[in-house]
């Protein structure tokens, strides 16, 4: 887990935010906000309590 570049994770994370946002159908949208929830599962894993 120390690994993990949290700067790196944000970016990823805003990056999925602009996908979902910008999806051209239902599909495309299911599948960023998927990515986007277990992004944030990750960084609230890594983020202390």
Known sequence: ???????DLARRIQEAREDAADAKD???RSKA???LSQLTTLEG???PA
Do not use: N, T
């Open 26 to 28: 239902d599909e495309a």
């Open 33 to 35: 906000e998927q990515f």
């Open 45 to 47: 894993a890594l983020l």
């Open 1 to 7: 887990v120390g690994d993990i570049d949290r700067a």
